[in-house]
C-alpha cells in the first residue's frame, strides 16, 4: 500500500427535499446508494469520509453528490466535482473506481461520469415554449375543422338518429 498522503477525498452526498425522495428520484434504493457511497475506499485503504447535506439547490439534477478532493488531489489542482442525477449502480461504480484511483486533480475523470458534471450555479432548462406561429397555426387548423362541412359518415349518422327520433314520436301515438 502506498504511502498516506493527507485527508482523503470526501462526499457530500445531497438528502434534501429531493435527492433521496422516492417520489422525486422513483426507481432507485436511496438507503443502499448511501450505503455504497459510505463504503468507498480510497488507494491508501482509507474509507472516504461522506457527509449527507440539504438542498444543495440543484434539485432538477438529483441525486447531487460532491466530491472533495484529496490533500494531495487539491495541491494538484482538483477542485471539488458537483456530479448530478447520480441515479444508476454504473456511475457509483465508476465514481468508487475515480476515487481510487485519486479523485479530482489525480485521476481523469472516467467517462460515465462526464455528462454528469455540474455545478452549484447550474440552471434549470426551461420549458421549450412553443412559438406563437405554431400556437396561430392550430387556431387556424382547428376553425377550418369546424368549418368542414359534414363527412359521408356523418350525415348517415344523423339520418339514423333522426329516423329513430320519428319512430319514437309514432310509438308515442
Ligand atoms: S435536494 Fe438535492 S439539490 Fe435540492
Not at 428520484?25 to 459510505?38: C, E, F, M, T, Y
Amino acid at each position: 500500500m502506498g504511502e498516506i498522503d493527507g485527508r482523503p477525498c470526501r462526499l457530500t452526498v445531497c438528502r434534501g427535499c429531493c435527492c433521496g425522495t422516492r417520489k422525486k428520484v422513483p426507481g432507485v434504493d436511496h438507503k443502499a446508494q448511501l450505503a455504497r457511497l459510505s463504503a468507498i475506499d480510497d488507494h491508501a485503504g482509507r474509507t472516504v469520509p461522506v457527509r449527507t447535506s440539504k438542498c444543495l439547490g440543484i434539485c432538477f439534477q438529483a441525486n447531487v453528490v460532491v466530491v472533495q478532493p484529496s490533500q494531495k488531489g487539491h495541491a494538484a489542482g482538483g477542485r471539488p466535482v458537483w456530479l448530478g442525477e447520480m441515479t444508476e449502480d454504473g456511475l457509483l461504480d465508476a465514481l468508487d473506481d475515480w476515487i481510487f484511483d485519486g479523485g479530482p486533480g489525480l485521476a481523469p475523470l472516467p467517462d460515465a461520469l462526464a455528462d454528469h458534471v455540474t455545478s452549484k450555479d447550474a440552471k434549470k432548462p426551461k420549458k421549450r415554449k412553443r412559438p406563437k406561429k405554431a400556437k396561430a397555426a392550430e387556431k387556424e387548423r382547428k376553425a377550418e375543422k369546424a368549418a368542414r362541412p359534414a363527412k359521408k359518415g356523418d350525415e348517415k349518422k344523423r339520418r339514423k338518429k333522426d329516423k329513430g327520433k320519428k319512430g319514437k314520436r309514432r310509438k308515442k301515438k
